[in-house]
């Protein structure tokens, strides 16, 4: 007994480590929305899950866009006239705003300090930023270096490319019994940074490992995919795909000690939104729980009027909410192995409550069945526990009408929803209900 | 006046004693789901009403259940080795397990002990327990005798029979001006047991003996069957007349001192759900609403889905909510001539404003209609009560569009119900309202 | 810029003083539901704004009414046996009760009180009353001169006539760019009293006076019709106009200190309810919402049901609630030069709503449109106007299925309403909104 404890012990630490490991191999990659970064993510990834990988060339439209030039980097730094790289994208591929356009000149500290970004309220980090639409450059660097700064000429030198080729993203559809899809997101165009998005890569690629063992009800659609054009991206490829959604999740921010935030989405009260709601509850975990906005990851594309889209999104600390957000500050360190399994423990259940939260519809509505027959009337006196069994047979059987589900039937009657997922089974067993 | 008074007190008081009274009457038989207790009781209440005896022979097909066999009892005991009476049936019905199977035999204390039920919580009182469904015997006995009980060869006698015959149940239907139904079930199929449901049995009674002397808008049927069996057999052998019922109540548990409570019907917010809710509300008494669930008396046949009646349940304190609650302490004591006749008060005034609660058609739709003309306007000054009746006046203008109930009017106009209605019938005599 | 503040306080004050001064032009004039008293205030103004004069013969069927005889009066008192006219009609034509016939005889004090009308409560006040509907005469004067009268025989006069005539009502419509109207609606029956309703009277003037220079969605139509037979012989005459009504409002109890009053609706919940209540929010006034009641002034005739309008009624303190109402002491000095400005500033703000409060379709609902390429992307870290004006336009993107108003939109997004419009406004110019 203390024996199988600590080999439990061991097993969830090394899962738990697993994860963290995937972002530790994936963090130093300089990703973007196009570009060689995605791709070397992507092949990592595909070691553990079996990707398809897709790329769209640049140009392609996509509803009110067009895929961007793909943009490359290799090197890049600002030096002064002492020759020293006071600025090094090989120390941290932050240093350089995502989709700068190449350039190598000399310039005035003056001009220099139009193309810097710093965080003031954090001197020692790092901020991130990107200018995919606007063509420019720039760098990030430390509020306590930028102000070391002195009147000099500088040189600055970013060797990237910006031109046509592809915008590139992957997914993995494990099949189910039926072709009814829950669909799962995760973006993947952040560069070194922890907890937005690797987080959600690594919650993303360990459920999709452990489903695959997994007999299903739903299929399971797992994409991997650039921020917002990437969305866009796969929607437009996907248009006729889209009708077989039934649920669907973005995963991000799973990594830091934060507690879960649940986005519902734009419908507000999709079967996701009861399912996820009722799962944070029963686990008992701080969570809160939001209404839909326009604003945030892909959601917004999901949910936009034209798909609407029973889709939200299940992260702990949301969106611009925890002051390392965007900046070198999330890293390795803020994410821990520890809070991505348990998002993950998370995730699995929302899925064991998809899988079983079916509708059914009582075959013999007319006053109760004879249950006693069915060998089903157990109620023996002082049996807390049989006794609500036989009070879940009877909800079961009273609500069943083919359009409340399993959940809906446990909220009204106030009992587990495992108990009454237990007697629906039961029922469907003794021919009693007819499953939708 | 003075005199009036008194009489009117001698009344009252007439009238609860004679409610207490027919318990007392019935309180000795030994009633079970079927046999010929139950027969005795009908013919018993027929005196006061002209009951319509139904008998439904054993192994009738009655939707997913059959008709049981009739279960009828002459004498049971058990004696010691000393020729005592230890256990003895003509003192109390309640010391067998109904449906109980014959049995003569000898046996061992610890065979014995297997078939005893005791309450240990309350050791003098003598637990009341059924095997319908399962052949076997028992007997119950206070929990003081059992602990007397020595290591002795016992003889245990039961004189019963179990053998193809009938389930009985009655009706009375009383005609009003519409075939639409309002339905009184109560069951009586317990032994020696006075709120549950002697009491329900005497408000039903009395209640048919007011009405058959009334005009009514309703037809009333009330009901007197088996609990569970007896429901599922005559909405088997009433299917087709069930379209009729327009509202229904489940009257038992009506005698003691506890406050009222009402169950919805699983519809929730019924007429009859909204006009006992009024009542109760009305008279100030203590009470509580709850909502449905699909256990309690017979509102779950009349409620399961394939019917959906509109019959809620109206008792004083529910089902198994009293210590007393199948038990021999549920006795003659127990239940109160005041709260009796209280019950059949309520009872009254819940088909008081049942018949009352009209919809109606404003027929002069466009604007108001001129009430000076019609002698309808006659707010005097400082007169309230003439005041509030104007108002009333225009609600039921403002609100009789043929969907709204009159006691909708009221709530939407903090109106009294009475008041309403009163405005309702003077429009309807000024053809001002057409009645739907 | 000191010079315009000053400039822009005087013409405030201007605005309020001819407010005022309106209705102390109008103050002395004796008004009833007909007569010539009415159609002297609609030639004043007249002067202001172009009012339509309609006439209607007495006997005129309107729907369940007939319009009334046709009532003036030139001089009433009451003198006594020493020829001192202890009430006289030139002091205030609230000394008569409205619509009493004439009458010119002498009577004891006895046969005297039973016409007389006093307001014990408020001694120095004279009550004023009516008797429309029933063939009467009365006098009314303060209590403490009624009980200085000694035992006398009286002469009492009164020379008015009641005869065949007209009912006389004014409206104007300021088209706007499309049929759909507002309703604007006062009455106008009420003789020297200035809340009730010169307020209400000089509000709906200086608001057409405003719309007329203003380029309008919606066309206005003002109306001055005496109470209750105005409203309803406006409804009747005009039965078939009634469709284009889109939302009103009856104006009325303007001019006092209290705090606004909404009465909603009886829809309860139409645009026009939505609209007063988010500008009475959003100014940050004292005020109250209360639901519709049949009771109260001219939206009882245009929600009665035949009609059901979207019609509200918005005042100050409301009907009836204030100790001055229906009394000599709603004079000049109760209405205030700002009160009425400020009522105007509201009404002119609910208009502006309504104007605004247009419903859209995206365009381009699938996914975001690319609002970077249109110059629509501008949040600039920050800024804090900018980022809510991105929300904004996002906000409005999402919600614009055609069905949802910009308000509703608001309310939602929790952003300023204007913030929200302007969004709608810009999107719109890209094209990327249809207006509906």
């Not at 530790?24 to 990592?44: H, K, M, W, Y």
């Not at 009861?274 to 906005?293: F, M, T």
């Not at 890293?331 to 699995?348: C, D, F, H, M, T």
Request: hydrophobic share 35%; aromatic share 10%; charged share 25%.
């Amino acid at each position: 007994m203390e024996i199988t404890k600590e080999k439990a012990a061991r097993t969830i630490t090394s899962k738990a480590g697993q994860m963290h490991q995937l972002i530790t191999e994936l963090f130093p990659i300089c990703r973007s929305i196009t570009g060689d970064g995605v791709a070397q993510t992507l092949n990592i990834i595909k070691r553990d899950i079996p990707l398809t990988i897709h790329k769209i060339p640049t140009k392609t439209k996509v509803f009110d866009w067009e895929v961007p030039k793909e943009w490359n980097i290799k090197d890049a730094y600002i030096m002064n006239s002492r020759g020293e790289k006071i600025v090094d994208f090989a120390k941290s591929n932050l240093h350089v705003v995502s989709y700068s356009v190449p350039v190598d000149r000399s310039v005035t500290l003056r001009v220099l300090k139009e193309h810097l970004h710093t965080l003031p309220e954090h001197p020692d980090w790092i901020p991130y930023r990107t200018t995919y639409y606007k063509e420019d450059w720039g760098f990030c660097m430390t509020h306590n270096e930028f102000k070391k700064l002195t009147d000099d000429v500088y040189e600055v030198c970013i060797d990237s490319s910006l031109k046509d080729g592809y915008l590139t993203y992957a997914e993995y559809c494990i099949p189910g019994e039926t072709s009814e899809e829950v669909l799962i997101s995760t973006h993947i165009c952040h560069p070194s940074l922890c907890n937005d998005n690797l987080s959600g890569i690594s919650v993303a690629t360990f459920l999709a490992q452990e489903l695959r063992r997994r007999k299903l009800r739903y299929s399971y659609r797992f994409i991997f995919i650039p921020g917002t054009i990437g969305a866009i991206t796969w929607l437009s490829m996907n248009e006729s795909r889209v009708k077989n959604i039934r649920h669907g999740l973005v995963a991000a921010l799973l990594g830091s000690d934060g507690s879960f935030t649940y986005k519902r989405s734009a419908l507000g009260n999709a079967e996701i939104d009861q399912v996820v709601e009722a799962v944070l509850k029963k686990r008992g975990v701080d969570h809160k729980i939001v209404d839909y906005s326009p604003y945030g990851y892909d959601e917004r594309q999901f949910c936009s009027p034209g798909f609407n889209l029973p889709v939200g999104s299940l992260t702990r600390t949301s969106f611009g909410q925890y002051p390392e957000y965007h900046t070198s500050a999330d890293n390795l360190e803020l994410v821990k192995p520890g809070a991505l399994e348990g998002s993950l423990q998370i995730y699995r259940e929302v899925i064991n409550m998809l899988e079983s939260n079916k509708r059914y519809i009582n075959t013999n509505p007319k006053c109760e069945p004879n249950l006693g027959k069915r060998g089903l009337y157990n109620m023996v006196g002082g049996d807390e526990e049989g006794k609500d069994f036989q009070f879940a047979l009877l909800w079961v059987l009273s609500l069943s009408d083919g359009n409340r589900s399993l959940l809906e039937i446990s909220k009204r009657s106030e009992l587990d929803f495992d108990l009454i997922s237990k007697a629906a089974r039961e029922l469907y067993e003794h021919q009693l209900l007819l499953e939708l």
